[in-house]
C-alpha cells in the first residue's frame, strides 16, 4: 500500500530521492524509447526492503541497488506504481544507495510524458515527428520510473542519444557533446533541485533565433522554416527575465532560456525550467498576419510562463491543492509586466472582461469547487486546471494586491521566494510573508477565499438618502441556493466609490451592516471592480447608474454591464435592466466595456439559440442598433496611425455588425474574402480575417467551404489556419457539418488530435451544429476514450463542449442517461459544470422569455 496523507496516494518515505542520472534514447521507426535511470536515493528506514515509485506504460527489464539485483518487480496501473522487492537486508546498512533501472517506453501520440509529435516539414513537405515531453501534473512516470510527487526534489543529470542530425535540448545547457558510431550523444549539466513534472527534454529537427540583450542566452527553437516567427518571443523573454529579477531581487539562476514550439501540444504552454515549451501558435508570431488578440495571447503566454521560473519552478507548492499558487500568480503576474511592457493595452482594464469573468462564471456554479481542493490521485489533479486555480486565483491576488498596495504586495512575494527557494511551500506560507510585508492579517482574510467555494451575491437597499444596507448571500448562476449552501461569509472589501472617491477600508465580513453615506445621488459598490462578487442594486439605481458613465471609471463600467447579465441570466433582476444600461451607453469609446457589452449579449442569443427565427431575426436588429451608430463614427478600416485601443473597438464593432448580419457591412466582408482568394493577399486585414470568414461560412455553400478548407490546408499564418479551421464549423449545411465531424478522427490526422475542439467550438454557434455534434461524441465515444484517455485534460474539454450548448431541462436528462452507464473518471467535474451551465440557461429562457419578446416589441425590433 501507498502511504496516505489527508487520504492522498502517495509514495511511502523509506527513501527519498536525491539525484536522477537519466539516459534516454527514442526509435523514431517503432515510436519506442530506451531509457536507464540511476537514482541516488537517501535511505531512511533501514528495515524496509522494497522501493515503490511511480511508472505508466513503462516496461522494466531489470533493477539493482548497488548492483543487487531485484527479486521481484510489480507493477500496478490502477495505482500507477511500481514495486521493486530486494533481498532481505539490502538496505540494512546503508545512509545511501544507487537504484539503476533499464527500461523501455512507448514514444505515444497522447500528448502526455515522451512522446511524438506529428508535423509536415514545411521545407520539403513530408510528414515528420518530434519527440518531446509534457510531465506535468504526473506525467513523468509515462517517461521514466521516478518518484513523481511535487514535494520529492532532486538533481538531474540527463543524457540524450539519438542520430546525428537532431537536436538535443533539456533543462540544462550541454555538458558535452559526442558523436559514436553516427549517434549524438549530449550530457547537460546537473539541473537546480527541482520536482519531476518541470523535467523536459526534446530531440528533434530545429532551428533557432535569439536574442543576447540578457546576460544569459535566450533561444526560441522551432521546426525549420518556422523559427523566423520566433523573434518577437526571444525579444520579449530577454525584457521579461531582466524586469522579473528586478522585481523578485532573484536572479533567474539557470544558466539558459529555451523556448520551443511544439506541434501537438494539449495546453497552451508549459513552464519546464530552462526548457519552456508551447503550442505553435501560442509561441511563434507572424505579426503582419496575426489579430490583435494574437499578440496579446502570444505575449501573455510568454510571461505567464517566465513568471513561473520562480513562482512554481524555484519555489513549489507542496502538493497539488496549492497549484493555484502556481498558475494564479503567474496569471496575475503575466498581467502586472504586460502592463509595464505595454500600457496601451490596459490589461488591468481587460482583466475585468478576461480574468474575473471567466472565474466568476465558473465559480457561479454549484459544481464548481474551492481554489484550494483536496486531490487523492492522479486522474483527479487535470481537471483543477480550470478557470478557479487560474482565473479565481489571479483575481484573488489582484484584490490582496489593491488591499494591501502593489509595491507592498511583490515586497512580500519577494520575501516569500527568497526563504523557500529551491524548496516547496503551501499557501499559508504566502500568506504569512504578505502579513509580514504588510502588517495586516492576511491569512484569516484570504483563508475563507481559497479554502471555500463560491462569491457572494452583495444587495444593496437604499434607506433613505444617506443610509444603505448591505448583505452577501452565496451566488449561484442557477438562483436556487440552499441554506446549508450559504453558510460561509466571506471578507468583502466593499470599495465605497461616491463623488468623493474610493473608502477601501470598508469590509464587509459578516451577513449584513448598514452604512452611513454623506449623499446618494451618487455611489457604486466594489469601485473599480477589483472586488470577487458582483452587486446587485435596485431597478431605479440601475436607470441611475445607467445615466453616470461620467463618473464610472472603465473597470466600473465593464463590471455593471457583467453584474448586471449574471443578475438577469440568475433571476435577481430582470433582464430590461440589463438591455436598458447598454442601450444608454451606445457612445461608449473604451473597447474594453463595449467587447464586454457584445460578450454580454453573445452570452444571452447562444441561451436563446433554440427560439424561433423571428426572435433571432429581431435580437439582430438590437444589435444592429446598438452598434452601428459608433461604427459609423469610426468606420471600420484599420489605420496605420490608429493606436491600439481604436484598433480593437473597430475590430470589436465590425464583428458585432457581420455577427448581426448587416447587410453592407456583409457585403464588405463578402468582396475583400472574393478578393483574397481571387490573390489579393493584402485584400483582408489580419485584424478581421476570422470575422470575414465567419461571414462566408454564415452564408454556407459546398463552394465556400471548400475555399475555406483549402486556406486550412494552405494557410498564410498559423492564425490564419486555425480561424479557417474553426470556420469549418461554422457552416451549417447538415452535409458540410458531417464532413467537418469526418475529419475529426479520420486516419490521416487531417486536423492534429490538439485542434480536434476547435471547429467543435465553431459548431456550438448554431442549432444544427449543437446538435450534430452531441450526436457524434455519443457515436464515437469508445473511439474518443482510446485517442484521448481520460486521465488527460482533452476529453473533458470535448465533453464540455459537445454538451453545454444545450438550453432546454430535456437535454440535462438525455446526457446524464447517456454517461449513467459510462465510467466520468478524469471529467466528472466538467460534465456537471455543464450540466449546471445547461439548467442556468433553461431557467432564464423559462423565467423571461416573455420580458425579452416584450422588449423587443417595444423597441420595434420584432
Known amino acids: 500500500m501507498t502511504s496516505t496523507t489527508i487520504n492522498r496516494e502517495i509514495l511511502p518515505t523509506n527513501v527519498s530521492p536525491l539525484n ?29 526492503d522494497t522501493v515503490k515509485l511511480n511508472s505508466l506504460d513503462i516496461e522494466i527489464h531489470s533493477a539493482n541497488v548497488d548492483g543487487i539485483d531485484s527479486v521481484y518487480v510489480t507493477s500496478d496501473n490502477e495505482s500507477q506504481v511500481t514495486e521493486f522487492g530486494f533481498p532481505k537486508g539490502t538496505f540494512s546498512s546503508k545512509d545511501n544507495a544507487i537504484l539503476e533501472i533499464k527500461f523501455a517506453g512507448i514514444l505515444n501520440d497522447n500528448m502526455a510524458g515522451f ?92 532551428k533557432y533565433v535569439e536574442n543576447n540583450d540578457f546576460r544569459i542566452p535566450i533561444r526560441v527553437y522551432a521546426t525549420p522554416g518556422n523559427e523566423q516567427n520566433g523573434q518577437f518571443a526571444a525579444d520579449l523573454t530577454a525584457k521579461t527575465l531582466a524586469f ?34 508551447y503550442r505553435v501558435v501560442d509561441l511563434l508570431l507572424d505579426k503582419e498576419h496575426s489579430t490583435l488578440d494574437r499578440i496579446q495571447r502570444v505575449a501573455e503566454v510568454v510571461q505567464h510562463e517566465l513568471a513561473h521560473q520562480w513562482f512554481g519552478n524555484l519555489v513549489t507548492m507542496d502538493w497539488w491543492e496549492g497549484l493555484w499558487l502556481n498558475e494564479g500568480f503567474a496569471t496575475w503576474m503575466s498581467w502586472y509586466s504586460c502592463n509595464e511592457f505595454q500600457p496601451e493595452w490596459k490589461v488591468w482594464e481587460q482583466y475585468v472582461t478576461d480574468t474575473l469573468q471567466g472565474a466568476l462564471s465558473l465559480d457561479s456554479l454549484r459544481s464548481s469547487h474551492p481554489i484550494e481542493i483536496p486531490v487523492k490521485r492522479a486522474d483527479e489533479i487535470n481537471q483543477i486546471f480550470d478557470a478557479i486555480s487560474y482565473s479565481k486565483g489571479a483575481s484573488l491576488l489582484r484584490m490582496i494586491s489593491k488591499w494591501l498596495g502593489e509595491d507592498v504586495f511583490i515586497k512580500g512575494v519577494s520575501q516569500y521566494l527568497q526563504k523557500f527557494k529551491y524548496g516547496n511551500a503551501k499557501t499559508e506560507d504566502l500568506w504569512n510573508s504578505l502579513a509580514e510585508a504588510s502588517g495586516k492579517d492576511v491569512r484569516s482574510v484570504m483563508n475563507v477565499w481559497t479554502k471555500k467555494v463560491g462569491f457572494p451575491i452583495i444587495t444593496v437597499e437604499e434607506n433613505g438618502s444617506d443610509k444603505l444596507t448591505i448583505k452577501q ?38 451577513r449584513s451592516k448598514t452604512i452611513q453615506i454623506k449623499d446618494n445621488d451618487f455611489f457604486k459598490i466594489n469601485g473599480d471592480q477589483s472586488g470577487i462578487y458582483i452587486t446587485s442594486y435596485s431597478d431605479e439605481r440601475w436607470a441611475k447608474l445607467g445615466k453616470q458613465a461620467d463618473l464610472l471609471s472603465v473597470e466600473d463600467r465593464t463590471g455593471l454591464v457583467a453584474d448586471a447579465k449574471a443578475l438577469a441570466a440568475s433571476g435577481y433582476t430582470s433582464t430590461t435592466n440589463f438591455f436598458n444600461l447598454i442601450s444608454g451607453w451606445k457612445k461608449e469609446s473604451s473597447f474594453v466595456v463595449w467587447e464586454q457589452i457584445l460578450n454580454s449579449i453573445s452570452s444571452l442569443r447562444s441561451t436563446w439559440i433554440f427560439e424561433p427565427k423571428e426572435v433571432q431575426d429581431a435580437l439582430n436588429k438590437m444589435t444592429n442598433d446598438l452598434v452601428s451608430g459608433k461604427l459609423n463614427e469610426l468606420g471600420w478600416e484599420i489605420k496605420p496611425e490608429d493606436s491600439f485601443a481604436v484598433q480593437r473597438l473597430k475590430v470589436s464593432l465590425f464583428g458585432a455588425a457581420c455577427s448581426s448580419r448587416d447587410d453592407k457591412i456583409e457585403r464588405i466582408a463578402v468582396d475583400m474574402f472574393n478578393r483574397y482568394i481571387g490573390g489579393d493577399k493584402k485584400a483582408i486585414p489580419a485584424l478581421i480575417k476570422p470575422i470575414v470568414f465567419n461571414v462566408i461560412a454564415r452564408i454556407g455553400g459546398e463552394d465556400n467551404y471548400e475555399k475555406i478548407y483549402q486556406l486550412y490546408l494552405k494557410p498564410v499564418s498559423s492564425d490564419e489556419k486555425l480561424a479557417a479551421l474553426r470556420t469549418l464549423g461554422r457552416f451549417e449545411d447538415q452535409k458540410l457539418i458531417d464532413r467537418t465531424l469526418s475529419y475529426l478522427l479520420d486516419e490521416r490526422d487531417t486536423i492534429l488530435s490538439q485542434d480536434i475542439y476547435i471547429p467543435m467550438q465553431g459548431m456550438r454557434g448554431h442549432v444544427n451544429g449543437i446538435n450534430k455534434l452531441w450526436e457524434w461524441t455519443q457515436t464515437n465515444w469508445e473511439e474518443l476514450v482510446v485517442k484521448l484517455p481520460p486521465g488527460l485534460s482533452m476529453l473533458g474539454s470535448i465533453v464540455t463542449i459537445s454538451t453545454s450548448g444545450f438550453t432546454s431541462f430535456d437535454k440535462i436528462d438525455e446526457i446524464k442517461q447517456f454517461y449513467d452507464n459510462k465510467s466520468t473518471k478524469g471529467f466528472d467535474q466538467g460534465l456537471a459544470q455543464s450540466l449546471d451551465t445547461i439548467k442556468s440557461k433553461a431557467q432564464w429562457i423559462e423565467r423571461d422569455r416573455a420580458v425579452v419578446l416584450q422588449y423587443l416589441k417595444d423597441h420595434d425590433y420584432l
Open 244 to 277: 522579473f529579477e528586478s522585481s523578485f531581487s532573484i536572479q533567474y539562476p539557470l544558466p539558459k532560456m529555451d523556448n520551443v514550439a511544439v506541434h501537438e501540444f494539449s495546453a497552451g504552454a508549459m513552464e519546464n525550467w530552462g526548457l519552456v515549451t
Open 473 to 510: 448571500n452565496r451566488y449561484l448562476s442557477t438562483g436556487d441556493v440552499k441554506p446549508d449552501e450559504d453558510e460561509t461569509l466571506y471578507p468583502v472589501f466593499l470599495a465605497l466609490k461616491t463623488s468623493e472617491g474610493v473608502d477601501n477600508a470598508l469590509v464587509l465580513d459578516e
Open 115 to 206: 512522446y511524438r509529435a506529428k508535423y509536415e516539414d514545411k521545407l520539403t513537405g513530408e510528414t515528420k515527428y518530434m519527440a518531446t515531453t509534457q510531465m506535468e501534473p504526473t506525467d513523468a512516470r509515462r517517461a521514466f520510473p521516478c518518484f513523481d510527487e511535487p514535494n520529492l526534489k532532486a538533481t538531474f543529470d540527463v543524457t540524450l542519444v539519438s542520430d546525428q542530425r537532431l537536436t538535443h535540448l533539456s533543462n540544462m545547457d550541454v555538458k558535452e557533446e559526442i558523436i559514436t558510431d553516427g549517434k549524438k550523444i549530449t550530457h547537460f549539466n546537473r539541473s537546480p533541485e527541482m520536482s519531476t513534472y518541470l523535467v523536459a527534454f526534446i530531440v528533434a529537427e530545429l
Open 20 to 48: 536522477y542520472h537519466l539516459q534516454i534514447e527514442p526509435n523514431f521507426e517503432t515510436f519506442k524509447f530506451d531509457g536507464i535511470v540511476k537514482i541516488d536515493l537517501k535511505v531512511n528506514e533501514k528495515n524496509v
